[in-house]
């Protein structure tokens, strides 16, 4: 099961290692979703906006979640949708406060 607590240490391209934090479990159309954040860019704590990366939980044949790119073009836009509208409600809730 994944816990939102864990950091996740993923690969590069290029083999380098980078680890990340989750930020969020987003569920679109019965699929569950790790929305991370670079551990560093998390830990830098500066005023810039943190980059997330959007990963598909699935799971191995142990039934273990795994985490695997978004392949499929219309799925990701639903998912980048979803994530989005949550982002700009708890905008909204901070500017109302």
Do not use: P
């Amino acid at each position: 099961m994944i816990n939102e607590d864990e950091k996740v240490v993923l690969l590069d391209e290029e083999g380098q290692e980078h680890e990340f934090a989750f930020i969020d479990v987003l569920e679109v159309d019965g699929e569950r979703y790790a929305v991370l954040a670079s551990a560093e860019e998390l830990e830098n704590d500066n005023d810039e906006e943190t980059e997330a990366v959007i990963l598909k939980i699935g799971q191995d044949e142990n039934g273990e979640d795994i985490l695997s790119d978004i392949e499929d073009d219309e799925e990701w836009e639903k998912v980048v949708a979803q994530w989005q509208e949550l982002i700009d409600s708890e905008e909204d809730d901070d500017e109302e406060e």
